[in-house]
């Protein structure tokens, strides 16, 4: 498996943001974002290590951390996924959070060994729209999220939209999330106030706030 980063830190956003983590971040990805801001694990020339599941287990377990977020990149394209799975999912003291982007196939993860899944629906800004598999949202469950990151007042339209058409507060967490610097998280609860959008959660990535936006491993 293609490791490009490892590193313990709190989880920036989504339902355990604050609490410490164990990130992987796996190298590649099948879309490219207008503001992606790990384009860098995605490039051909990015130097990675070669990890099996059972030496990324090993190394998770010996970090003593519970939650342990995978992503990328898209950590979904890593073949062995399935095999790093079913490994965590033995240690009942290990939480699992796959950071997707909407565009894999969930279906095929969703069996005993199943994580749960913070899964990203990309808006117009995104350039990578065409892309989502719209079939996921059928696979979602309790523990689950979809993230929207916003970062216009036709993104926020958008993600009205496919949450009310989908339903999706009665799936899973539903979060909107600002591309930094380009909205206003103010523009979003003013426009989540406008619309009753009751169940859905504005976030702010909190490592882009505590640390350099650009920094990594943290």
């Not at 490791?3 to 313990?8: D, G, H, L, Q, Y």
């Not at 958008?158 to 949450?163: N, P, T």
């Not at 600002?178 to 490592?207: S, T, Y």
């Amino acid at each position: 498996m293609k490791v490009v980063e490892r590193f313990t830190s709190i989880n920036g956003e989504g339902q355990r943001a604050g609490e410490l983590a164990m990130f992987v971040r796996f190298k590649g990805c099948n879309l490219s974002c207008s503001y992606c801001d790990t384009m860098w694990a995605n490039e051909d020339g990015c130097p990675y290590t070669d990890k099996s599941p059972a030496e990324l287990y090993k190394e998770i377990i010996d970090s003593g951390v519970r939650n342990v977020t995978l992503t990328g990149g898209e950590p979904l394209l890593q073949k062995e996924m399935p095999q790093l799975l079913a490994l965590l999912s033995e240690n009942e003291n290990i939480r699992v959070e796959v950071e997707t982007n909407g565009s894999i196939d969930l279906s095929a993860f969703s069996g005993a060994n199943r994580p749960s899944f913070t899964m990203d629906y990309k808006l117009p800004s995104s350039g990578c729209e065409s892309k989502m598999l719209l079939s996921n949202f059928q696979m979602l469950q309790l523990e689950d999220t979809v993230k929207f990151v916003v970062g216009s007042r036709e993104d926020l339209d958008k993600a009205r939209r496919i949450i009310e058409q989908y339903h999706l507060t009665t799936k899973c967490k539903v979060y909107l999330s600002p591309v930094f610097g380009k909205i206003e998280p103010a523009l979003i609860v003013q426009f989540m106030i406008a619309h009753h959008m009751n169940d859905v959660r504005m976030q702010i990535q909190m490592h882009k706030v505590i640390w350099d936006p650009n920094e990594r491993g943290v």
